[in-house]
């Protein structure tokens, strides 16, 4: 029996690794686009190995964050190609139930300064008002200050990471979102850096990456260049020139001349120093950070092969010097350039010589060249042909895209599209190869049961237990792109156990038999609810193993000892450390170990599969192999 068991652990696993609070707020869906773009000049697509329903279930796998009800026939009606070039053209789509429901979110409509200075940080409301973390010593009136400052707080980071959760759901938009989640992970920053961070999260993804996911590269990389939240996060905001290098605006009291306009302490020359203005003078003199620097390298350009040295990751930070954005500790603002920061020296990088004496335009120029160069083509081009085609793409496919690349100056659109398009995209083997990431599979879940935004941390802290906190990866790579970074069989029984949860109705906001064509299944027979199951939820074809457990209504793998076993396995979250880290008490990053006995009850509720219906083949499926790839 043991071993029978561990056979199908062990199948489970293989079977996806071959694949290379309150009441939920009811969104009414914007109108379907079905009218034809603009007539695109014919192109040479090549041959496509994939059938017609294929192709069809293929672009909403891929292109999509999972099909709805009734796009599957959009789809078709509209046609595979004509529907591609709409989704590149999200302009043309209307999203206006999408834009009305993140109105309402003060995150995203609001500046992240003002954010911070309307709900400062507890703990630096406390320090302000004197109590140095006895809050016996607060008034009454501090008290009640203190209470907002925290809900406020935790406001702000449910709208950040249920905002991800809830525009990836809601957008017609889909592919922009999809572009959006892959370039949030390419300039992936970390909601722990520090209390500014998470003030600056909404704003990241709705002014800096979702406007550009599908524009030009450069504009896109020189808007994260200048965000509070890179800036922030790998440490910018505080590199200055090294003590030894001049300065393009010389410190007080530091002597001789400097060339440019003035900031900051500018000015003050040989007059009294308050002790803040000596603080902040002690931080200006701290020196260069190649934080940046290097991963703008080896992370969002030419990649860890581009072929930079380690003179160039230092001639970078100092071309970077400057780049900063004021009271990062009280509410920050703004990108601005400070020439007392600046280091302003002669540079060169990549074999382009900086002159001496320059400002703002080091950095610049640096971008210019980092987003330019054959280097980050290539990357550039391997890392969206990965993300949509295969984990080992073609490197035939790969080149095209990146002269597309190259020929278009970085025109990410035209990029895309000769991928999206390709002979490679539509063959058979690239048909459900890839594996979701937890983020996909909740996503996908609630749009294929018609489910609504959530508006709550619930449906965030479903993705993080299944291993992926919204921006919760603490170093710079972001989440893996490759399944097999997110398959061993405790992630898989996690994700089954998904599955189960939705069943059973435990998923706050998802019913498991509210879904359009599911009102028709109720009554039918079991062979008939399964059939009406796989052609909803899993494209209309499943393996004959597949088939059997929806039938059955059992899976072997729920009958392993990682899945009866009661004694808890997955630690507790750490206690937090001071009352503005409370709602971030996520597991850590990666596919997890299997949740047992407390540590499943905790993130699910007791669960207990019905003992038949149509609920219990929906759990089943949403478990399935076939709906963990896409």
Not at 248 to 277: D, E, I, K, N
Not at 430 to 437: C, E, G, L
Not at 611 to 623: E, F, P, S, T
Request: charged fraction near 20%.
């Amino acid at each position: 029996m043991q071993r029978s068991i561990r056979v199908v652990a062990m199948a489970a696993v293989a079977s996806l690794s071959a694949c290379g609070g309150s009441a939920a707020t009811r969104v009414d869906p914007a109108p379907r686009m079905t009218a034809p773009p603009e007539e695109q000049p014919p192109a040479d697509f090549g041959p496509r190995e994939q059938t017609a329903d294929e192709q069809v279930n293929h672009v909403l796998a891929r292109l999509t964050f999972g099909a709805r009800p009734g796009d599957v026939e959009t789809v078709r009606s509209m046609g595979v190609d004509k529907w591609i070039d709409l989704q590149l053209h999200p302009e043309r789509i209307n999203d206006a139930a999408s834009d009305r429901y993140f109105d309402q979110l003060e995150s995203y409509s609001t500046p992240s300064s003002v954010l911070q200075q309307k709900y400062p940080p507890p703990n630096q409301l406390l320090q302000r008002l004197g109590a140095k973390g006895d809050r016996s010593k607060l008034t009454p009136a501090e008290t009640a200050e203190l209470r907002d400052a925290t809900a406020g707080v935790r406001k702000v980071t449910i709208e950040a990471q249920s905002g991800r959760v809830d525009r990836a759901l809601l957008s017609e938009r889909q592919l922009q979102e999809v572009m959006t989640d892959f370039w949030l992970n390419h300039f992936s920053v970390y909601i722990q850096k520090g209390p500014p961070e998470r003030y600056q999260l909404a704003q990241y993804e709705s002014k800096v990456i979702r406007p550009n996911a599908l524009g030009k590269f450069h504009t896109l990389l020189e808007a994260v260049a200048k965000s509070p939240a890179m800036l922030f996060y790998l440490d910018n905001w505080e590199s200055q020139a090294d003590s030894n290098r001049p300065r393009l605006v010389p410190l007080p009291g530091a002597g001789g001349r400097g060339r440019g306009g003035r900031g900051g302490l500018a000015g003050l020359g040989g007059q009294q120093l308050t002790p803040q203005q000596q603080q902040m003078l002690a931080r200006r003199r701290g020196g260069l950070n190649e934080n940046y620097g290097r991963e703008l390298l080896e992370l969002h350009t030419l990649g860890v092969d581009g072929g930079y040295t380690q003179q160039d990751v230092i001639n970078v930070a100092r071309a970077l010097t400057g780049w900063t954005f004021p009271r990062p500790q009280q509410g920050g603002g703004e990108f601005a350039f400070n020439p007392q920061m600046h280091d302003a020296g002669e540079k060169v990088v990549l074999g382009h010589r900086l002159a001496a004496g320059r400002g703002i335009d080091d950095g610049e120029d640096v971008l210019n060249i980092v987003s330019r160069h054959p280097s980050t083509a290539r990357y550039i081009a391997f890392k969206l042909a990965r993300r949509f085609v295969s984990d080992t793409p073609p490197g035939a496919l790969v080149e095209r895209a990146a002269a597309t690349f190259t020929r278009t100056d970085g025109d990410i659109r035209a990029t895309l599209r000769t991928i999206v398009t390709s002979p490679e995209f539509f063959a058979q083997k690239a048909y459900r190869s890839k594996v979701k990431s937890p983020f996909e599979v909740v996503v996908s879940a609630r749009r294929a049961l018609s489910a609504p935004p959530d508006g709550t941390l619930r449906t965030a802290q479903t993705i993080a237990t299944l291993g992926e906190p919204i921006y919760g990866h603490q170093s710079p790579n972001g989440w893996p792109e490759t399944g097999d970074q997110w398959l061993n069989t405790g992630s898989i029984l996690n994700r089954i156990n998904f599955g189960v949860a939705i069943a059973a109705g435990r998923i706050p906001g998802v019913s498991p038999t509210n879904w359009k064509g599911a009102e028709s299944l109720q009554n039918a027979t079991v062979e008939q609810q399964v059939d009406g199951v796989v052609s909803a939820l899993l494209g209309g074809g499943v393996s004959p193993d597949t088939r059997a457990i929806l039938i059955t209504g059992k899976n072997p793998f729920l009958a392993s000892p990682a899945a009866l076993d009661t004694t808890p396995e997955m630690a507790k979250p750490k206690e937090p450390v001071d009352p503005d880290e409370a709602m971030m008490m996520l597991p850590e990053p990666g596919g997890g170990p299997p949740l047992r006995g407390p540590a499943r009850d905790r993130a699910f509720g007791k669960l207990q599969l019905p003992a038949k219906g149509l609920a219990l083949i929906v759990g089943l499926a949403i478990g399935s192999p076939e709906f963990q790839r896409r």
